[in-house]
């Protein structure tokens, strides 16, 4: 059998590659920046070196194991998680491009954030996810 061949037949059935395999990899990376860095200090550098193994040894368990259910189930939660922390970075940057048109303000009662257009005084505003009137004051 070539090697191309046993290669493949090996990973057959192995879960592999995905989000948390890379989100795992980025950690990896940022920690040995960490430890370039603090260097001078022995014991930080043997906690981050410490730290950066076990995810290495964490992140190629995941990528071999045949245990597929499991290592989707473990990604769809870092997924979710990931998701919450890209949506509020996505509305910060929103925030800044419509800041001479819009305000953003959030619902009283379903907290959905809703973009109002940047109007001076009260306006009575209604939510377009659980359909409730409230008013909302914009000072400038």
């Not at 061949?5 to 990899?25: C, E, M, P, S, T």
């Not at 193994?53 to 368990?61: A, D, E, Q």
């Not at 499991?70 to 997924?79: D, G």
């Not at 919450?84 to 009662?109: A, E, G, M, V």
Request: positive net charge; contains cysteine; charged residues 25%.
């Amino acid at each position: 059998m070539k090697f191309r061949q046993r290669v493949a037949q090996f990973f057959y059935g192995r879960y592999g590659i995905d989000g948390l395999y890379y989100g795992l990899l980025v950690s990896i990376l940022v920690l040995w920046i960490l430890r370039v860095i603090f260097m001078d200090s022995a014991a930080a550098s043997i906690l981050i070196y410490i730290l950066e193994t076990f995810l290495l040894v964490w992140m190629l368990y995941r990528c071999m194991s045949r245990n597929i259910a499991a290592r989707q189930h473990e990604n769809q939660i870092f997924s979710s998680f990931f998701k919450k922390i890209k949506n509020f970075f996505i509305l910060q940057k929103n925030k800044i491009r419509d800041f001479q048109s819009y305000r953003y303000k959030k619902c009283p009662h379903c907290k959905a954030t809703l973009r109002l257009p940047k109007r001076k005084g009260t306006h009575p505003v209604i939510c377009p996810r659980c359909g409730r009137r409230f008013d909302v004051t914009t000072r400038i």
